[in-house]
């Protein structure tokens, strides 16, 4: 059974910066294509970043210049490091599968964004 955990949500200031980090356990994690999806309150689960084969990245264009999705080397574990965070990106952020989400979802981490 496949497990994701995602962390390093919080509470920020417009402007501000976080780092999200997602483990999987249960699967062969570095064979996959993967993504960042969010989902604010009231909308759709939508997706942020993905990062294909050998390292080709996707971006939604409401996230382009600001974020950043990477793995590490051992393809293990997924990051999105997120600039000048605006108070829209505000959601709970989950890691799964791309283009289709083939893990259980994980609990999300919750990132807000205010003054």
């Known amino acids: 059974q496949v497990r994701v955990v995602e962390s390093g949500g919080g509470s920020v200031q417009p402007g501000g910066s976080l780092r999200l980090s997602c483990t999987a356990s249960?699967?062969?994690?570095?064979?996959?294509?993967v993504g960042w999806y969010r989902q604010a309150p009231g909308k759709q689960r939508e997706l942020v970043a993905a990062?294909?084969?050998?390292?080709?990245?996707n971006y939604a264009d409401s996230v382009k210049g600001r974020f950043t999705i990477s793995r590490d080397r051992s393809k293990t574990s997924l990051y999105l490091q997120m600039n000048s965070l605006k108070p829209d990106d505000t959601a709970v952020y989950y890691c799964?599968?791309?283009?289709?989400?083939?893990?259980?979802w994980g609990q999300g981490t919750q990132v807000t964004v205010s003054s």
């Open positions: 799964n599968t791309h283009p289709k989400a083939l893990w259980p």
């Open positions: 990062i294909i084969g050998d390292g080709i990245t």
């Open positions: 249960g699967t062969i994690f570095n064979t996959l294509d």
